[in-house]
């Protein structure tokens, strides 16, 4: 796949075509040797994650299935269901636990990752 | 303590002496039967402290002899137990089991057993029961001659039984038909002799009895009324029975099952005061003529009746336990009210139902057609009911009875008593559980206080606890009472549905709704979903339409191991789990089985389910490792789906010298039938080939034991987290019918069951085999046509989700690590433990 550059100051990476991504599907990219997972979360709204899960550190959470919790988007592990806040990361069983969390931007039919923490 | 009394005023002595000596402080109860575990049960409740033993003559701890022929339709002696086995030792009561008390010193009160062991106490119960009556006739002494009271004269049936084509049963009364039906479901061809005209004669008057024949008749039953038997014949073994008149009656086995008598010979020997014919003469309270010991069930003498049924029995453990403390609980006596199914046939019987001459008067309602009879007779000088018979509609049954109990007047129209449906008075309480004597008042208590299902009401009110007849009463007064109060039950399946899974089901059927958008726009609650309707959505959209279980829309619904077609492991990988249908395997298989474990390096490991698990998979691998496996002629094994997983088979009779039927043959052409299709949770089969039963098949959702006619089918059964033994459905089926049968039952669980919900407990939900039964045998809801052609459907839309994956350019491209880089991921690293490659992080 094709690294991109865009209009703001940091590195983003093509994840691939939107239309190849289900609502609620996930998928893996790596940016600058970090593993990050992104979501489409509805039609238009991607988010991105760390890929690996805070609980036992394995790679997964880009297969994680997209819910709501009251309102608020979470990815939910499918190791043991744990579910991250999309938006900050933090997870809602256990105050504490938390991923990183990275921006994602949908550009000419392209989902774009990039490293720098969302505002 | 009390000396022996002989004459009969011995009550008002007996009671000075025991205020005497008020407290217990060790009560030896002799015999452990239902009432003795009744008796231990009451008396630990009351008092805490006091030491309890049970001395049992038979092997075992007190079971439920009421429902020995379930042991005929697959129920474990463990399943009948009276109380779970660690209950004795958590409530410190000691039982001694396989030990006969021979007699009491009742100066003394210490009891020897058959062994010699000598325990002391100071109050004794005696429980002995009652032996079968065992007609005296020349020939009982044959192999082949039985009685049917015990596990080990039901192991000794079914095990000569096995081999008998034909059998009879000595006596058309309770037992005799209980026994009868004992044969029916050993597959024995059965005939009833009954020395009376009619049937249930004590029980049932004339229309009732003929009515009863009739039904019981077209079961296969033969019955031979007026028939006195004569000598039990055959050279060596039992060959038949002979008749008064000379005829013989061919049979393999003669079961005698004509009449209980009391088990008084301690209660004799041991200066006991016994009745003229026999049973051990007791009070209000249980006591015998010793003071200091007491006598309950069956084997008690009560003014001058013997109690043959468990729930006076309970009555009388509860009152002897309330003496023994020092409150009072007085048997009330008891009104006989029996309710029961008779091989299918409901039947009740209350009171005395033969009473006649001018002064009574009855009301008749007669549908034979429909199986349907009810009778009352009270007296016309004081309206008081004397007596009822039921039989195919019990409606009436706890109304009729509470009316005898309670001694008024039966109504100015006495048609109000039969006609449903019954307007409740406000004054009506009428005993639901007879067993248990709990009134309808009690348990709408215990709904009032948040016990909403069965089990909750169950476990708040002892109701159905007993013979377990009352159970769609006390489900029917549940379902009442909360719609009464406007009260839901929340089926929800989660926040985003207000719906239970079957509801959604139906919803998605009806509206042919494709897609989680539209499900969730339609009838959902708004939001992305979640968890728990995601992956339901799924599997109903699965179920119920062709197209991929991944296609592009459906993928993101499913859990990770739905979404790629393997399971999903701790460290991220997934295992591989080739379809190998009923456990056969060629050499050349297993070959290629071993070279793609080898090129990819995959743990493996043979699964519970006859096949073979390969771990350590990555994502990307998967669609590498399945093209060499269908290029093999291997499919997709489901066992990362909720769905058929295995068929677990003998070899039957192509190999077995026991076998009976080609179990591998049916089994194949099963998986073949139900593979892939999605249901509420997994589903295991299996198939054995003889009554050995080495596949396990009772243990199964859906299992399949072979007879010489064909096939029984049993369902519901679950081993796992919650074992459950599988009840049997059907017997005696061609493969043909047996897959016609297994077609509606899977369809129907598919259509009905809440999410993650097997078989077993299902079945409790849709209130039992019974009603299983009428669903899919004898089409109660008019829907089996609709289920075949539902399942024909799924069957015909089944392709192999691996072979499709792979043509499939859109689904290949989410087998990958990174969208942007083709490397493995370097976060999944392993280890090699015995010859193998384990998650790396284990090996600490």
Redesign the interface.
Known sequence: ?I?ATTSMNSTW????AID?L????G????VEGK?VAVFR??QTTFRAIQN?CPH?????MH?????????E?VA?C??H?RAYHLVHGGCLEEPGAKLQVYSAVQDSGRILVGLADRA | MGAHRTDNRWWPLMESQLTSNPKPSHVLVVGAGMVAARFCETLRELDPKVRITVVGEEPRAPYDRVHLSELFAGKSPSDLEMLPAPWYAENDVELITGQRVVSVDTASLEATTDAGRKLSADRIVLATGSAPFVPPLPGIDKPGFFVYRTVEDVEKIRSWGASCKQGIVIGGGLLGLEAAKALVDLGVETTVVEFAPRLMARQLDEAGSRLLLKSIQALGVNVVLDARSQAIVGEGKVEGLQMADGTVVPAGMVVASAGIRPRDEVARASGVKVGERGAIEVDDHMRTSVAGIWAIGECALHKGMVHGLVAPGYRMAEAAAHDIVGSSRPFPGFVAATKLKLMGVDVASIGDVNAAGDDFDDLVVKAPCAGIYQRVVWRISDRKLQGAVLVGDLEPFGELSALLTSGDPVPADPRALLAPPREEGAGADPIVCNCENVRRSKILQAIDAGATDLAAVKKATKACTGCGSCAQAVTGTIKKRLAERGIQVDRSLC??FSHSRAELFDLAWKGKIQD??ILMERHGNG?????VC??VAGNIFASLWSGHVIS??????Q??ND??LAN?Q???TYSVVPRIPAGEITPQKLQVIAEVAGKFDLYTKITGGQRIDLFGARLEQLPLIWKELVDAGFESGHAYAKSVRTVKSCVGSTWCRFGVQDSTGLALAIEERYKGIRSPHKLKFAVSGCARECAEAQSKDVGLIATEKGWNLFVCGNGGMKPRHAELLAQDLSSAEAMSVIDRFLMHYIRTADRLTRTSVWIEDIGGIEELRKVVLDDSLGICTQLEAQMDDLVKGFRCEWKVALEDP?IL??FR?????ERP?P??QFVRERGQRIPAGNEQ
């Open positions: 796949m690294e990476v093509d994840a691939g190849d289900s609502i609620g599907a998928t893996c990219v790596m593993q979360v509805d690996q036992r550190g394995a790679a997964v297969q994680a299935i997209v819910a709501d919790r009251a309102g988007p939910l499918p190791l269901k | 926040a985003h989680f958008a939001g992305l979903g979640c968890e995601k992956p592009h829309g459906r993928d993101a619904l859990d990770s979404r790629f999903i701790k460290n991220g859109k491209q989410r690590a990174f969208a942007n880089d991921n976060a999944i």
